[in-house]
């Protein structure tokens, strides 16, 4: 079922004619008399290519609506709008079957039973995928990716959707086969069933040539959306529920009667690659972006990883968006990016030696949604989060679960009360995978999200093309709480006797209101000690942390100060950049988004943190507290030729014996270097500890400088600790 649109009633095309009887649609309009004449050849001639016309136009427009529901998640006309048009061009084609065309949209409502299904030979086998279940699994497959390609390669990361494998066959851009997976070799031919799929392109067009023939893999399967309207349907009408979305995919694509399969509600992901004849994309990246210019829903959240250590940063972020699909997804696929590389590694009789699937054991189990709170961060971020009845998943007592933002439970429909499943994959964080809408009772609540803070009161604000609420107000009690314990944390400020329940003494007893108050507790030593199970040693314990951190380097501060976009990484860029915290402050917007790694979103989310009043104040009350701003530019003090890494590029890898990585990479920049995430051909060292990885092995493969601590302390002149 399509959601409410946006802009209903809007058409793209406006139909004059052929759509009522009145007179005021005919072309001579009211007040003229019909002429009743057998048409001339000519007027014939024009009244077919006015019926071409409209039936063209409708074509577009109804793939450009499917486009826009199915690809953007963006509809622009209501459902009834849409059958109307659809029904429009269906009684055209029906009247002039010379202008029918296997890939107008009218195909897709699904054709007249068949008796059985015909087995067809794959060209290109669908092999199975191996796979692994852990990080030293993916170590062994990169490991044996290496050895055996002794180049450089990428990898490209994408989810793996717990469907069903389906190839699409599209020669001089129509579809002509779609076939099952079957044994890998042979499959069944469900082309009357594919053609009912959602959004899936009967026809496929582009700007340049297309391929002779291309077979686009991926995988059918029904959105967590859909199939928990179906099972409602279903206990509607006395019916046994479908168990899970994968096989009620799998039943409809076999079934005889494709208006049957429609129901359904089937839809598409592409991901792969099989028989293809004038195809000019050279890596998977390229492949899929071609793909999406041809109208194809692709795999969504497609990463691109230099090696295994970036890959293993990009795994992180996708389990984190999980969340954000409405589909079952069991693990993360690992591909080299290149085709030329994949054949050098080829095939096992099994499955390709170029991608690997790092899968998880997922966990479900059915609670009841209690209550739904809202908590505010340190960045102002306003979460929704589902309370829970206790329920155990996977040896754990799940009692909460995130529900994101307001878009994610307008999705989910969810309200208090519901009975949902909540998911655990593995290790990441329990999620709310859908509302089991047949268990309503009538007793359900609904949930208004709030639009001021829920703890200051203060306007919530979201910034355009985002899908998180926040809250302004940088003085919030809720915020400050999480922002002190931010700056104080490890990788802020580090500063020792100030971890969390710290903190919530301190706020409790009013000693501190602000960042900026954490360095006049020294002044406050008798009402410390009388803080419940404060001691002398305590107390000098936080007192000597606080000071030590005054000399902390500046993008500990910075990464300190919580402005939105500036994470550890991002801190070190602007210190190595600019040198001191003035002038970062008085940079204009477009030198800060000229600094490499930087960029224009960072850029302004400085720039407006700076530009604010109270931030302006905070950074005053630090200097007044004598925290360290930062040196010039300590580049500009080595000479060309002076320092033994000037002009150099030194990747840290690996736990080093004394150094911390932050550390090694202050000590590179000090000596006139430059750190770098990855290794390459323009790496000049690699400072290398235990548990290294494949970035070591990436440095002896292509010849790279490899360093210990000690060697690396040596080179610089300096000491260890």
């Given at each position: 079922m399509r959601p409410a649109p946006k802009g209903a009633g809007r058409f793209l095309l406006r139909h004059q004619f052929h759509t009522s009887d009145s007179k005021d649609n005919l072309p001579n309009g009211p007040g003229h008399e019909l002429n009743l004449a057998a048409p001339s050849r000519r007027e014939l001639r024009l009244m077919s290519a006015s019926i071409r016309q409209e039936i063209d136009m409708l074509r577009r427009e109804i793939d450009e609506h499917n486009r826009l529901y199915y690809l953007e998640a963006k509809p622009a006309i209501s459902d009834r709008e849409f059958d109307r048009l659809l029904a429009r061009l269906k009684d055209l084609e029906d009247a002039h079957p010379e202008y029918d065309r296997p890939d107008s949209p009218t195909h897709h409502v699904g054709g007249e039973p068949i008796e059985g299904f015909v087995t067809v030979e794959h060209r290109t086998p669908m092999l199975s995928i191996d796979n692994v279940y852990n990080e030293d699994g993916l170590r062994e497959f990169d490991k044996r990716v290496r050895k055996a390609l002794s180049e450089p390669f990428e990898y490209a990361l994408e989810y793996k959707i717990d469907g069903v494998a389906l190839a699409l066959i599209y020669e001089a851009g129509l579809l002509r086969r779609a076939v099952t997976r079957g044994d890998g070799r042979r499959g069944d031919d469900v082309t009357h069933n594919a053609r009912t799929i959602r959004g899936l392109p009967l026809g496929l067009t582009h700007k340049k040539s297309l391929p002779a023939v291309l077979e686009v893999r991926g995988e059918a399967y029904i959105s967590n959306t859909d199939f928990a309207q179906i099972r409602a349907e279903q206990l509607e009408r006395g019916e046994e529920a479908y168990a899970n979305s994968r096989n009620l995919t799998a039943g409809a694509l076999k079934l005889l009667d494709p208006k049957q399969s429609r129901r359904r509600r089937v839809r598409f992901f592409a991901h792969g690659l099989g028989y293809a004849e004038g195809l000019l994309a050279v890596s998977h990246s390229e492949y899929l972006d071609l793909l999406r210019e041809l109208g194809m829903a692709v795999t969504p959240g497609v990463r691109v990883a230099a090696d295994l250590d970036?890959?293993?940063?990009?795994?992180?972020?996708?389990?984190?968006?999980?969340?954000?699909?409405?589909?079952?997804?069991?693990?993360?696929?690992?591909?080299?990016?290149?085709?030329?590389?994949?054949?050098?590694?080829?095939?096992?009789?099994?499955?390709?030696?170029?991608?690997?699937?790092?899968?998880?054991?997922?966990?479900?189990?059915?609670?009841?949604?209690?209550?739904?709170?809202?908590?505010?961060?340190?960045?102002?971020?306003?979460?929704?989060?589902?309370?829970?009845?206790?329920?155990?998943?996977?040896?754990?007592?799940?009692?909460?679960?995130?529900?994101?933002?307001?878009?994610?439970?307008?999705?989910?429909?969810?309200?208090?009360?519901?009975?949902?499943?909540?998911?655990?994959?593995?290790?990441?964080?329990?999620?709310?995978?859908?509302?089991?809408?047949?268990?309503?009772?009538?007793?359900?609540?609904?949930?208004?999200?709030?639009?001021?803070?829920?703890?200051?009161?203060?306007?919530?604000?979201?910034?355009?093309?985002?899908?998180?609420f926040r809250c302004p107000n940088p003085n919030c009690p809720a915020r400050l709480r999480e922002t002190l314990r931010f700056f104080a944390s490890r990788g802020a400020m580090d500063i020792d006797g100030l971890g969390v329940k710290r903190v919530e003494q301190l706020l409790d007893a009013g000693l501190v209101a602000g960042l900026a108050d954490i360095y006049r507790l020294s002044n406050r030593r008798e009402e410390l000690l009388a803080l419940e199970r404060t001691g002398e040693k305590s107390v000098e314990k936080l007192l000597t942390g606080i000071e030590v951190s005054k000399a902390r380097p500046l993008w500990r501060l910075l990464t300190g100060l919580n402005i939105r976009h500036v994470g550890t990484r991002n801190a070190q860029v602007l210190e190595a950049e600019f040198g001191t915290l003035d002038a970062i402050m008085t940079a204009s917007e477009d030198d800060l988004a000229a600094t490499e790694e930087i960029g224009p979103v960072i850029a302004h989310s400085v720039r407006t943190f700076f530009d604010t009043p109270a931030s302006r104040q905070l950074v005053e009350e630090f200097r007044a507290a004598g925290l360290n701003f930062g040196t010039p530019i300590q580049r500009a003090a080595v000479k060309e030729g002076d320092g033994p890494l000037v002009g150099k590029t030194v990747v840290v890898t690996g736990t080093l014996p004394t150094l911390k990585r932050q550390d090694a990479d202050e000590l590179i920049r000090r000596h006139g270097g430059k750190p770098s995430g990855s290794v390459s051909r323009k790496t000049d060292f690699v400072l290398a500890g235990e548990k290294a990885g494949s970035k070591l092995d990436k440095a002896t493969e292509l010849g790279v400088k490899i360093l210990d601590e000690a060697q690396f302390l040596a080179l610089l002149g300096e000491s260890a600790g």
């Open positions: 970036e890959a293993f940063e990009r795994i992180g972020e996708m389990t984190e968006a999980l969340h954000e699909l409405d589909c079952e997804v069991d693990g993360i696929v690992l591909k080299v990016n290149r085709f030329d590389q994949r054949a050098k590694l080829g095939s096992t009789s099994k499955s390709p030696r170029w991608l690997i699937a790092y899968k998880w054991e997922k966990y479900e189990a059915a609670t009841t949604i209690e209550d739904i709170a809202i908590q505010v961060g340190r960045t102002g971020k306003v979460t929704p989060v589902a309370h829970l009845a206790p329920v155990e998943i996977a040896g754990t007592t799940v009692s909460r679960a995130s529900l994101h933002n307001r878009d994610e439970i307008e999705r989910l429909g969810v309200m208090i009360g519901d009975r949902v499943i909540v998911e655990k994959a593995g290790k990441i964080i329990p999620h709310v995978l859908r509302v089991e809408i047949e268990a309503r009772t009538g007793k359900e609540t609904g949930f208004q999200f709030p639009n001021g803070c829920p703890v200051c009161g203060t306007e919530l604000i979201r910034e355009p093309e985002e899908v998180d």
